[in-house]
């Protein structure tokens, strides 16, 4: 199966696989042959290296994502002035022109490598490896890649993190959680930004949000910050705090993360239903 | 707009696959793609063709099936149908639910011609 995850596995396509023999003569005589594998399993799998890459090097990754314009730099540049004595941070900037984010990210004092897309509406794990050959690892703590803004396709690549982190301002509509349940059910930590602007608006409801989020089944934290302001900031750096250190402690145990985990992928690989690359990945 | 990129994804497991079968042809791709994988059926149907010229799936039919969207709730246990931007339990409202079905992004079979299926 998807060895990165196995996430594809549902009570509706399970007897695919369970039974015996993958091969069945279909009435014409040709052979139809089971597969069962993940549309992107290349993608897959180069995200799985990544992951490695990154746990091997004691190295926490972050997945921001969200709309063009919602402040995912200028929330980094604020993460990066409050935690930069804390934590070594790197950052990866995917856009699809210019070195603008890398530069703005350089001038706090953290290294940045900027991938430019061209046309490309995502980033993918190909990519984010490339980018990794930039950076010393080693002296990296938490690193942030900052995803293209897209509230769609981002949504569909793995790219090794072990979090994701989708912001919503608040100048784009409570609603839009419930408009691309895609991306709001995968992340794990929401960030209502700009709440600073909450005074001047009256057209977004932030308990809305929060509704159309839980609305997905999202458990995960939805926190409201302003990086202009500071405020609400606390909260936000004590979660990665607190991610920082979970990542720490499953090193020592030899674990990793991934966000977003279903739980039909853990039942499917306690059972060795694997094929194709292997890899040890243990999942919480 | 990626689903040419899952296109082109698609087309390598698709040729490796056939060339590990020893097939000529690829007669039939059968995808299941829920509601929650976030890519297009339409869309993914229209990039095939772009993605299969020059392939051994070049002639290939692509069927496209959808799973249901089902969640399971955690508080009271009931399985029910939800809909992709309402996840919650059908039966008591619950928001801790889990995906049964409706998120898949997958290759589930090929129909392979070999040499000696000619006839």
């Given at each position: 199966?998807?060895?990165?995850?196995?996430?594809?596995?549902t009570d509706?396509?399970?007897?695919?696989?369970?039974?015996?023999?993958?091969?069945?003569?279909?009435?014409?005589?040709?052979?139809?042959?089971?597969?069962?594998?993940?549309?992107?399993?290349?993608?897959?799998?180069?995200?799985?290296?990544?992951?490695?890459?990154?746990?091997?090097?004691?190295?926490?990754?972050?997945?921001?994502?969200?709309?063009?314009?919602?402040?995912?730099?200028?929330?980094?540049?604020?993460?990066?002035?409050?935690?930069?004595?804390?934590?070594?941070?790197?950052?990866?900037?995917?856009?699809?022109?210019?070195?603008?984010?890398?530069?703005?990210?350089?001038?706090?004092?953290?290294?940045?490598?900027?991938?430019?897309?061209?046309?490309?509406?995502?980033?993918?794990?190909?990519?984010?490896?490339?980018?990794?050959?930039?950076?010393?690892?080693?002296?990296?703590?938490?690193?942030?890649?900052?995803?293209?803004?897209?509230?769609?396709?981002?949504?569909?690549?793995?790219?090794?993190?072990?979090?994701?982190?989708?912001?919503?301002?608040?100048?784009?509509?409570?609603?839009?959680?419930?408009?691309?349940?895609?991306?709001?059910?995968?992340?794990?930590?929401?960030?209502?930004?700009?709440?600073?602007?909450?005074?001047?608006?009256?057209?977004?409801?932030?308990?809305?949000?929060?509704?159309?989020?839980?609305?997905?089944?999202?458990?995960?934290?939805?926190?409201?910050?302003?990086?202009?302001?500071?405020?609400?900031?606390?909260?936000?750096?004590?979660?990665?705090?607190?991610?920082?250190?979970?990542?720490?402690?499953?090193?020592?145990?030899?674990?990793?993360?991934?966000?977003?985990?279903?739980?039909?992928?853990?039942?499917?690989?306690?059972?060795?239903?694997?094929?194709?690359?292997?890899?040890?990945?243990?999942?919480? | 707009?990626?689903?040419?990129?899952?296109?082109?994804?698609?087309?390598?497991?698709?040729?490796?696959?056939?060339?590990?079968?020893?097939?000529?042809?690829?007669?039939?791709?059968?995808?299941?793609?829920?509601?929650?994988?976030?890519?297009?059926?339409?869309?993914?149907?229209?990039?095939?063709?772009?993605?299969?010229?020059?392939?051994?799936?070049?002639?290939?039919?692509?069927?496209?099936?959808?799973?249901?969207?089902r969640v399971q709730?955690?508080?009271?246990?009931?399985e029910?149908?939800?809909?992709?931007?309402?996840?919650?339990?059908?039966?008591?409202?619950?928001?801790?639910?889990r995906l049964l079905s409706?998120?898949?992004?997958?290759?589930?079979?090929?129909?392979?011609?070999?040499?000696?299926?000619?006839?």
């Open positions: 199966m998807c060895d990165t995850c196995g996430c594809n596995i509706g396509n399970r007897h695919l696989i369970e039974g015996d023999g993958k091969l069945a003569k279909t009435g014409d005589g040709r052979e139809a042959v089971a597969v069962l594998q993940g549309l992107l399993h290349e993608n897959d799998h180069q995200a799985a290296h990544n992951r490695h890459h990154f746990d091997s090097h004691g190295v926490l990754a972050l997945n921001l994502m969200s709309a063009p314009g919602s402040g995912k730099t200028s929330l980094l540049e604020a993460t990066i002035e409050a935690l930069g004595e804390e934590f070594c941070i790197g950052v990866v900037e995917g856009d699809l022109e210019t070195e603008n984010d890398a530069e703005r990210i350089r001038g706090k004092g953290v290294p940045a490598v900027q991938i430019t897309t061209g046309s490309a509406c995502h980033l993918d794990a190909h990519m984010v490896h490339h980018a990794l050959h930039q950076l010393d690892l080693d002296q990296i703590d938490i690193l942030f890649i900052e995803n293209v803004g897209n509230l769609v396709c981002p949504a569909s690549f793995d790219l090794g993190q072990h979090r994701n982190i989708t912001l919503l301002s608040v100048t784009e509509g409570d609603d839009k959680p419930a408009k691309y349940p895609v991306m709001f059910r995968g992340a794990d930590a929401t960030l209502i930004t700009k709440a600073d602007l909450l005074a001047y608006l009256d057209d977004f409801d932030p308990q809305r949000a929060e509704d159309a989020v839980r609305a997905l089944a999202n458990r995960g934290p939805i926190q409201r910050l302003s990086a202009k302001t500071g405020q609400g900031l606390d909260a936000w750096l004590d979660w990665l705090r607190q991610e920082a250190k979970a990542q720490q402690q499953r090193l020592d145990q030899g674990d990793t993360a991934r966000p977003k985990l279903q739980p039909e992928g853990r039942h499917l690989h306690a059972h060795g239903t694997h094929h194709g690359h292997h890899h040890h990945h243990h999942h919480d | 707009m990626h689903e040419l990129s899952i296109c082109y994804a698609l087309m390598q497991q698709v040729e490796s696959i056939a060339a590990r079968e020893q097939a000529q042809r690829v007669t039939l791709i059968r995808l299941q793609i829920g509601p929650l994988a976030g890519v297009e059926p339409e869309l993914l149907a229209q990039a095939f063709p772009m993605a299969a010229a020059g392939t051994c799936a070049a002639e290939a039919k692509l069927q496209l099936d959808t799973l249901p969207v709730c955690e508080a009271c246990g009931a029910t149908d939800a809909k992709p931007n309402r996840l919650l339990c059908g039966q008591c409202g619950d928001y801790r639910t409706g998120d898949e992004m997958l290759l589930a079979s090929l129909e392979l011609e070999r040499p000696d299926d000619e006839d």
